[in-house]
C-alpha cells in the first residue's frame, strides 16, 4: 500500500528554555488527509511544539517541514496555505462577526472576502453574522475564529486546544464542525489536545506526547491496540490529568 503525502513532518526536533527542555527530539509523521490528534497533558510540548511548526519559535535543533516546506527556509508558502486557530481567538469586540471576518480577509487577499457568507454559513454563524462579537458566547466565538482559519480556503488546518473553556455544548458544536469539515473536504486537521475523549471522537490518527517526548504515534486504533485508550494514556504519562479533564 502507498503511503500518503506527509503534511507534517519533523525530525529531531528540539526546544530548550537554558537547560530546560519543553520538546525533545520529535519525530512526527502525519499524513496528508487524516485528523490527527496530538495528545499530551498540559505542559507536555504540544503549544511549543506548533509554535516551531508556524514558524514563531525558532527550534533548537532539529528540522520540520510544513506541506513540503522546510520550516526556516521557504515557509511562507506553506502558511498561505494553512488555517490556524491558536488558543481564544482576539477579534474587535465593537465589531459584528462578519466586520471581524472582513478585517482578516483584508489580511489575507486574494479571495478570501468573496468567502466571507460561504465560511459563516459552513460555522453555522450565517444567523448571527450581524451581531457585535462581544455578545458572542465561548462556542461562538471559537467558531467565528475556525471561520477565519477557512477564509484563505487552506489544505492544512493547525488548531491548538480548539474546546479549551467551553460548555459541553460549545465543546460539543466545535467537535462536530471539524469533524464535518474533515468529512466534506478530505482535508488535513492537525489537532493538539489534552482531552482523551475528543481524540476518540474526532481523530483518525494520534501522537502521544508527555514531558517533551513522543511516546506514540499512528492510526488511532493501533495506538490503543486493542485497549482503552485513556488507561494507556495514564499509564503511559503517569498521571490523569487529561483523563479528568474530558
Not at 218 to 246: S, Y
Request: charged residues 25%; neutral net charge.
Amino acid at each position: 500500500m502507498t503511503q500518503s503525502p506527509l503534511d507534517i513532518e519533523t525530525a529531531g526536533l528540539s526546544k530548550y528554555y537554558g537547560r530546560q527542555p519543553a520538546v525533545i527530539d520529535l519525530d512526527l509523521r502525519v499524513p496528508q488527509g487524516v485528523v490527527f490528534g496530538f495528545l499530551g497533558r498540559n505542559g507536555a510540548g504540544k503549544t511549543t511544539t506548533i509554535g516551531m511548526l508556524l514558524g514563531l519559535l525558532r527550534p533548537s535543533s532539529g528540522q520540520a517541514w510544513l506541506l513540503g516546506h522546510k520550516v526556516g527556509r521557504d515557509l511562507r508558502p506553506a502558511l498561505r496555505r494553512t488555517g490556524v486557530l491558536l488558543d481564544q481567538p482576539a477579534f474587535y469586540p465593537y465589531l459584528s462577526g462578519r466586520e471581524n471576518l472582513w478585517v482578516v480577509a483584508q489580511a489575507l487577499g486574494g479571495d478570501a472576502h468573496a468567502r466571507i457568507p460561504e465560511v459563516l454559513e459552513t460555522v453555522e454563524l450565517a444567523g448571527r453574522a450581524r451581531d457585535r462579537f462581544a455578545a458572542y458566547s465561548g462556542g461562538m466565538k471559537q467558531r467565528l475564529g475556525l471561520a477565519a482559519a477557512l477564509l484563505n480556503d487552506p489544505d492544512l488546518f493547525v488548531f491548538d486546544e480548539p474546546t479549551t473553556g467551553l460548555d459541553p455544548v460549545g465543546q460539543r458544536d466545535i467537535r462536530r464542525l471539524i469533524r464535518r469539515l474533515a468529512d466534506e473536504t478530505g482535508k488535513t486537521i492537525f489537532l493538539s489536545s489534552h482531552q482523551l475523549r475528543e481524540v476518540e471522537q474526532i481523530c483518525d490518527q494520534v501522537a502521544i506526547i508527555d514531558r517533551g517526548r513522543l511516546i506514540a504515534q499512528g492510526p488511532l486504533q493501533d495506538v490503543a491496540a486493542g485497549r482503552d485508550l485513556e488507561t494507556m494514556f495514564v499509564e503511559l504519562t503517569g498521571g490523569n490529568d487529561g483523563a479528568a479533564a474530558g
